[in-house]
């Protein structure tokens, strides 16, 4: 049975840093990423990375967040620094089988897995 799950949010003073970590079981895969949800809002795209290690970020977190995986322990992680009172949100753990090369996948139903999510709160 597959399950991702993640940990590592909380509550931050802006400028603070949180690291999330996300460990799958079940199996491996070749794409994992990171979504986050508002009250109020859809679930975006934060970022990417494909099992060889290539990343891809939205805009709004380039420069200040930074995805990595390590495949020995079939886990992603997200460091998250600067962080901003906007990037509150219930942060989600993502996950898909096929490998991505033309675009890099950016929308939820390109992943197939998901964790329950992990609050991060930012605090003015």
């Known amino acids: 049975q597959v399950q991702l799950v993640e940990s590592g949010g909380g509550l931050v003073q802006a400028g603070g840093s949180l690291r999330l970590s996300c460990a799958a079981s079940?199996?491996?895969?070749?794409?994992m990423g990171w979504f986050r949800q508002a009250p109020g809002k859809e679930r975006e795209f934060v970022s990417t990375?494909?099992?060889?290690?290539?990343?891809y970020y939205a805009d709004s977190v380039k420069g200040r967040f930074t995805i990595s995986r390590d495949n020995t322990k079939n886990t992603v992680y997200l460091q998250m620094n600067s962080l901003k009172p906007e990037d509150t949100a219930v942060y989600f753990c993502?996950?898909?089988?096929?490998?991505?090369?033309?675009?890099?996948?950016?929308?939820?139903?390109?992943?197939?897995?998901w964790g329950q999510g992990t609050q991060v709160t930012v605090s003015s």
């Open positions: 993502a996950a898909a089988s096929r490998s991505y090369y033309s675009a890099p996948p950016t929308l939820p139903h390109q992943y197939e897995y």
């Open positions: 990375v494909r099992l060889t290690g290539g990343t």
């Open positions: 079940g199996r491996s895969f070749s794409t």
